[in-house]
C-alpha cells in the first residue's frame, strides 16, 4: 500500500485475516507476560500495540474472530489458575465468557478506526481524536467486563500490570482506568503516527515524547502523614484449601502457632488472613475462648475472619476481637460467583451437578462499612478478591481509612500466579490511595507495603511466620481516589458517545 493510500483509506485493514489472528494470539500472549508472575510490564505496550493493528479495517465479524482469539487466550493464560481448583472446566468457561465479553467490546474499537477518519479525515482528526477515542473505548471495555455479568471480573486491567513500573504512580493523581487510557491513548497515537508516515519526523514526535516523559516522571499525589501503628500480621500456613484435610481447630491452631513467637511484643493490631478460623465464633464458644486468650496474650485486638451465620443467611465476616467479643464487623462486599455463592443455581446446576454441588453455601454481600475504629486509628479493610473493585477500597479511604488491611486466603491456588497477581494488585491499591497495605494470607505471600509501593516486609509462600512493623499512617484523599469515578464515567459515555458522532458524520459525509 501506498503512503498516500495510507493517509486516504484509514479504514483499510494493515493485515489480512490470518495474519490478524496469529497477531492477535502473540498479543495475548505477550499481554498475559506483562502481568505477574512474570511481571515485565513494558511487554503491555507492544501487546496493545499488536492488538489494535490486529483490529484496524476489519468487518464486524472478522473483528469478533480476532478480538476473540485475543480475549479467550489471554484469559485462559492469565487465570489458568483456576483449574487448581475445581479442574479445567471452570477455566475453560471462566475464560470463554470474559474472552467472549471482551471480544464484544473491541468491535466497538474497530468501528472507532472505520468511522473516526472519515468523520474527521485531517490529520489531527488521525492523530488526537481517533487515539482519544480508541483509548476512552478500551476503558470503556474494562469496565463492562469488570461490572457484568454477576458483578464483573475487574482481574484484567492494563493499569494493573504496571505496578513495579515507573508508570505505577500515575494511579494516584488518575487511578487505575486512567492510567490504562494513558497508555491506549500512547500507543494508539504512535501507531497512527506511523500509518501516516510521520513517526521520524522530530515535530511530530514532540506530543507523545511529552506524555511518555509526563508518565514516567510523575510524582505520587501528595497526602499527609498522620503517624504511625505497630501492626503484626500472621501467616499460619493451615490447611485452609477447599479439599484440605484437616482435624478440628487445625487452621486455628496453625495461626496461633505462628503468633506465639510476637507475645510479649508491644502490638497495636494483630491481623490474621481471611478464613484464619475454623468456625463462626459467634455460634462456637470454644473457638471464641481461644482467640479472646490470643489476643489477651498479645495485649492487642485480633483482626480475624470466619464464614458467619447471622439471620439464616452467610458472610465472610473479619471482626475485631477484643475483650472475648467482637467490637466491629465488617462482611466481604463482593462474594465471588460460583466460588463462594452460585447464581441462577437451578440453571447452571442442571449443566454441571456435580461441580455446582460442591459450592453449598451461598454466601451474602455485605453491606456494613469497610472501615473499622482500632483506638482512634480508621482502618479499611478488603476481603480477597474485594481488593480488585474500586468501590471497597476507595470508599474506606473516603471514610477516612489512614491504613488498609487486604485479608486473603489463596490456599486453594497454591503454586499458581495467582498469589502474585493478587499481590500485585494490592500494591497497585497502596499506590493509588496513598495509603500503606497490610496484605495478609493464610498460606503466603503476605507483605506489608509502604504507601509508594515499595515493600517493608514479606513471607514467602507455603511457611508460617509472622510480621511486625511500625506502619505508616496517613490522611488526606488522592486525586485518583476524588476524580477516579468520574473520569471513569466520563471516559465510558465520552467514547460512546464520540463514537455515535463518528458514526452519523461519517454518513453525512
Not at 132 to 158: D, I, K
Not at 413 to 422: A, K, L, M, P
Not at 478 to 500: D, R, S, Y
Request: glycine share 8%.
Amino acid at each position: 500500500m501506498s503512503d498516500s493510500r495510507a493517509s486516504a483509506e484509514p479504514g483499510r485493514p494493515i493485515l489480512p485475516l490470518w495474519a490478524a489472528v496469529l497477531v492477535a494470539a502473540l498479543a495475548a500472549v505477550l499481554m498475559d507476560l506483562s502481568y505477574p508472575d512474570a511481571a515485565v510490564w513494558v511487554l503491555a505496550f507492544p501487546a496493545t500495540a499488536l492488538l489494535l493493528v490486529s483490529l484496524i479495517g476489519r468487518r464486524a465479524g472478522g473483528a469478533l474472530l480476532v478480538a476473540a482469539v485475543f480475549g479467550i487466550l489471554f484469559f485462559a493464560l492469565l487465570v489458568s489458575w483456576t483449574s487448581r481448583y475445581l479442574g479445567p472446566v471452570p477455566w475453560i468457561a471462566l475464560s470463554v465468557v470474559e474472552g467472549g465479553l471482551t471480544a464484544l467490546a473491541l468491535i466497538l474499537i474497530t468501528l472507532a478506526y472505520r468511522w473516526v477518519p472519515r468523520a474527521l479525515p485531517g490529520r489531527w482528526g488521525r492523530i488526537v481524536v481517533l487515539p482519544v477515542v480508541v483509548a476512552a473505548l478500551w476503558v470503556g471495555r474494562e469496565l463492562f467486563v469488570g461490572s457484568w455479568p454477576y458483578g464483573g471480573f475487574p482481574w484484567a486491567r492494563l493499569g494493573m500490570t504496571q505496578a513495579q513500573s515507573p508508570l505505577a504512580p500515575v494511579t494516584s493523581w488518575l487511578g487505575v482506568s486512567g492510567l490504562s487510557f494513558v497508555m491506549v491513548l500512547l500507543v494508539a497515537v504512535l501507531i497512527e503516527l506511523v500509518r501516516l508516515r510521520r513517526v521520524f519526523r522530530p515535530v511530530t514526535l514532540m506530543v507523545p515524547a511529552a506524555l511518555v516523559l509526563v508518565l514516567f516522571f510523575t510524582p505520587l499525589f501528595p497526602t499527609a502523614a498522620s503517624g504511625n501503628m505497630r501492626i503484626a500480621a500472621v501467616q499460619g500456613n493451615g490447611p485452609t484449601g477447599y479439599f484440605d484435610e484437616r482435624t478440628p481447630y487445625s487452621v486455628v491452631d496453625a495461626q496461633t502457632e505462628a503468633t506465639e513467637p510476637l507475645y510479649g511484643e508491644d502490638v497495636d493490631l494483630l491481623v490474621w488472613p481471611e478464613g484464619s478460623l475454623d468456625y463462626d465464633p459467634f455460634q462456637t464458644p470454644d473457638l471464641a475462648r481461644r482467640i479472646s486468650l490470643v489476643s489477651a496474650r498479645i495485649d492487642a485486638p485480633l483482626l480475624a475472619n470466619a464464614a458467619t451465620g447471622r439471620d439464616e443467611r452467610y458472610y465472610n465476616t473479619s471482626m475485631l476481637w477484643r475483650d472475648g467479643a467482637a467490637e466491629a464487623i465488617h462482611d466481604k462486599r463482593h462474594p465471588v460467583p460460583f466460588g463462594e455463592y452460585v447464581p441462577d443455581r437451578p440453571f447452571f446446576n442442571a449443566l454441571a451437578p456435580d461441580l455446582i454441588g460442591l459450592i453449598q453455601r451461598e454466601y451474602t454481600p455485605g453491606i456494613n462499612s469497610s472501615v473499622i475504629d482500632i483506638d482512634g486509628v480508621p482502618v479499611g479493610l478488603a476481603i480477597c478478591f474485594d481488593v480488585i473493585y474500586d468501590d471497597v477500597v476507595d470508599q474506606g479511604v473516603r471514610d477516612g481509612a489512614e491504613v488498609l488491611v487486604f485479608q486473603t486466603n489463596n490456599a486453594d491456588f497454591r503454586g499458581t500466579d495467582e498469589n502474585y497477581q493478587q499481590l500485585a494488585f494490592a500494591r497497585m491499591r497502596a499506590i493509588e490511595t496513598g495509603r500503606s497495605v497490610v496484605n495478609v494470607s493464610t498460606v503466603g505471600t503476605s507483605q506489608i507495603i509502604r504507601p509508594d509501593g515499595a515493600t517493608v516486609s514479606s513471607l514467602d509462600a507455603d511457611e508460617a511466620g509472622a510480621l511486625l512493623e511500625d506502619v505508616e499512617l496517613r490522611s488526606g484523599l488522592t486525586a485518583g481516589v476524588v476524580l477516579g469515578p468520574w473520569i471513569q464515567q466520563l471516559l465510558l459515555w465520552g467514547g460512546l458517545g464520540a463514537l455515535v458522532i463518528g458514526w452519523w458524520r461519517a454518513r453525512r459525509r
